[in-house]
T-cell receptor, first 115, second 115 residues
């Protein structure tokens, strides 16, 4: 149980375009979802926390107008990278948690390459 | 702000020997400490976790210790095997109530097991 999926698993886009990444909890209701970014050979950096039906809480230094997060249902959160630039190229990973549990369940990640 | 420091950044041990990874955290209100194993290009996998009301926890070859006073926690892997080679991350979280909260990751330790 506690499976989280992400789509797409990888995407290549041109500079200036927008890309949407989906994160789904397949077999549980996710009260909270988290979005992380991981550059090569580095750690996971939390970008934002989202609760279903509420606005996301962004970490310091993360541009909320550039990284749009929507958590419209208890099983789906989306991250849209707007006006992508090559420096946005990274591995984006979501995680989800259920009520009453400390553990976060991670998605498989999405590798974004901006050319 | 919250910070988790992790050492060493790389660790090479002979197969069958033990490996120890150490972390310190800055937020004294942290109460949940998960450890993750991440293989290249894949999602982080929870391997063990400990809560602040426990000083030590063991699961087969893996053990974690926590010193709340010193704000230190450590991962111990005994009888290391080639499949233990991966990047390991410690993390700390200030979980509220009974639900998950944001996780702050350490910088990671690249563990290599020499045959």
């Amino acid at each position: 149980g506690a499976v989280v999926s992400q789509h797409p698993s990888w995407v290549i886009c041109k500079s200036g375009t927008s890309v949407k990444i989906e994160c789904r909890s397949l077999d549980f209701q996710a009260t909270t979802m988290f979005w992380y970014r991981q550059f090569p050979k580095q750690s996971l950096m939390l970008m934002a926390t989202s609760n279903e039906g509420s606005k996301a809480t962004y970490e310091q230094g993360v541009e909320k107008d550039k990284f749009l997060i929507n958590h419209a249902s208890l099983t789906l959160s989306t991250l849209t990278v707007t006006s992508a630039h090559p420096e946005d190229s990274s591995f984006y990973i979501c995680s989800a948690s259920m009520a009453g549990h400390y553990e976060q369940y991670f998605g498989p990640g999405t590798r974004l390459t901006v050319t | 702000g919250e910070n988790v420091e992790q050492h060493p950044s790389t660790l090479s041990v002979q197969e069958g020997d033990s490996a120890v990874i150490k972390c310190t955290y800055s937020d004294s209100a942290s109460n949940y400490f998960p450890w993750y194993k991440q293989e290249l290009g894949k999602r982080p996998q929870l391997i063990i976790d400990i809560r602040s009301n426990v000083g030590e926890k063991k699961d087969q070859r893996i053990a974690v210790t926590l010193n709340k006073t010193a704000k230190h926690f450590s991962l111990h892997i005994t009888e290391t095997q080639p499949e233990d080679s991966a990047v390991y991350f410690c993390a700390a979280s200030r979980a509220r109530g009974s639900s998950a909260s944001k996780i702050i990751f350490g910088s990671g330790t690249r563990l290599s097991i020499r045959p």
